[in-house]
């Protein structure tokens, strides 16, 4: 399973006009959550893309629409790597190297680990089907370690998924910037895995 295309790809072909403002609203959306967090002011992005709310909203019909094509192709590539991880030799460091790379994601912007978190429990988020995406391409992962005998048998994809956003959130609330909550969301993941691990 592959996560799903950006929400706002057309059934016919854009308009060269709109598909240049969908463009330039993606770029200034990518400045703005990075500024001030998944809950910029949606009417400063339009403003600063040179468009009325009107047109946001025509491509992007909710904030969630937004985030996830901003999203998307960084959503595709954690999959990717957990299906090329497949293949390591050391499955449950495979698993600890590929949730952490969930959580640096998740420490992008202010706000984006709880954002994806909804995105796997709510069904009708734009977010679902990459976030449900990511988490089947874990769930693989994590199956190879348990069948290894590596890691707990009772511990789930879901509770990994969590985990690994989790992690990103407290080392969000507990840091003032992302160079910062990066390295401590991979630093608590490492310590949280070794609870994990058999032994």
Do not use: K
């Amino acid at each position: 399973m592959t996560p799903s295309p950006a929400p706002d790809t057309p059934s016919r072909p854009q308009r060269a006009d709109a598909r240049r403002n969908g463009e330039r609203l993606l770029t200034t959306a990518r400045d703005a959550f990075a500024e001030y967090g998944t809950d910029a002011p949606l009417e400063e992005i339009a403003r600063r893309a040179g468009v009325g709310i009107g047109t946001l909203y025509r491509h992007f019909p909710t904030r969630q629409a937004l985030l996830q094509a901003v999203l998307h192709d960084r959503l595709e590539a954690l999959h990717s790597e957990a299906v090329l991880l497949l293949d390591n030799p050391a499955p449950a460091d495979a698993l600890l190297g590929w949730l952490r790379s969930v959580a640096l994601h998740a420490t992008r912007y202010r706000g984006l680990a709880a954002a994806l978190l909804l995105g796997v429990r709510d069904a009708d988020s734009p977010l679902s089907p990459s976030c449900g995406a990511v988490l089947t391409a874990g769930a693989e992962l994590l199956h190879r370690a348990q069948q290894a005998g590596q890691i707990r048998p009772d511990v789930t994809a879901a509770d990994l998924y969590t985990l690994a956003n989790s992690v990103a959130w407290a080392a969000e609330e507990t840091t003032t910037s992302r160079s910062e909550s990066g390295p401590l969301a991979a630093r608590l993941l490492t310590l949280t895995m070794e609870g994990l691990r058999t032994h």
